[in-house]
């Protein structure tokens, strides 16, 4: 991507607008002003703003909607945490307020359980669906993310955003040794753990967090469903995708070799493409 072209896509991200729902308010970032309408939905802990990567690659050609889920980046906290159905519920809320009648869903790890959530609730809104490093079915949470479910470890996390080199080497984690996170990256994931209320909502979260939620939603789901999932995921085993390829109608599994578990931002491109394979002809 040519830095020019860069920066004319750039200047398509718009500023977060907040959309209220029944639930609550969700922030929202948009991108794009024409085509169809891709709908972004992040992993557990982190916000919209990992979508950034992709807002640039493709604001010229799609609308683009990155949310931050109940509880996470600049949405509101909810008064309990939620399942990914309830999440999923308010995502359709959102494509119920903009008017959006059908989308393209993109999802990593959490997102993804709520992308499949919302293909199950609302079939005929979604055109396909696209997993990244995505939970789906049972398997053993890594150990700091099992760390969280308690109050203190959690609001350790959200003291630790003050020292740069524990922010660093906690979002390390994600990706593979060879991938720098740039600072805006590191900056941005750790400033939506600043809200009130944001840390205890996650210990809250993990302790009634269901990585295996969907199983059952995944025979009624008929989209076209890719997943792409790294082979340096630390977080999610890739014996989760190779499940849910074998159990969902229409889906194909791609392994992005030396990726971690934010291919967003460490094969951004590949994604990119990805989603370009997915919009309506």
């Known amino acids: 991507m040519s830095g020019q072209t860069e920066l004319a896509a750039t200047a398509l991200v718009h500023a977060r607008s907040p959309v209220p729902t029944t639930r609550g308010v969700l922030s929202v970032v948009t991108a794009g002003t024409s085509g169809p309408d891709v709908v972004l939905l992040h992993g557990l802990t982190d916000n919209a703003t990992t979508w950034l990567p992709l807002q640039r690659r493709l604001a ?7 949310i931050d889920l109940p509880g996470h980046g600049a949405s509101a ?39 499949l959530g919302v293909c199950a609730r609302a079939g005929m809104r979604v055109s396909a669906a696209l997993l990244l490093g995505s939970v789906g079915a049972p398997f053993t949470l890594d150990l700091g993310l099992r760390l969280l479910r308690n109050d203190r470890a959690a609001e350790w996390m959200a003291r630790a955003a003050a020292t740069q080199k524990v922010r660093y080497w906690i979002i390390r984690r994600g990706f593979p040794l060879r991938y720098r ?17 944001r840390a205890r909502h996650i210990a809250a979260l993990m302790r009634i967090h269901d990585v295996g939620e969907p199983l059952p939603w995944l025979s009624t789901i008929r989209q076209r469903v890719d997943l ?5 995921d630390r977080f999610v085993p890739i014996s989760v995708s190779q499940r849910l390829a074998r159990e969902l109608p229409n889906a ?5 070799p030396g990726v971690g578990h934010l291919p967003q931002h460490d094969a951004a491109q590949a994604v990119s493409d990805a989603v370009r394979q997915l919009l309506p002809s």
Do not use: F
Not at 95 to 105: E, F, G, Q, R
Not at 181 to 197: L, R
Not at 228 to 232: E, F, I, P, T, V
Not at 252 to 256: I, N, P, S
């Open 60 to 66: 010229q050609q799609v609308r683009l909607h990155a």
């Open 77 to 115: 906290v909810p008064s309990e945490p939620m399942t990914m159905a309830a999440m999923a519920e308010e995502v359709i809320a959102y494509l119920d307020a903009v008017n959006i009648s059908k989308c393209v869903l993109v999802g990593n790890s959490l997102g993804g359980g709520v992308a």
């Open 181 to 197: 996170p740039t600072d805006e990256m590191v900056s941005n994931y750790w400033k939506a753990w600043q809200e009130p209320g």
């Open 228 to 232: 792409l999932h790294g082979s340096l």
């Open 252 to 256: 194909r599994l791609t392994v992005l």
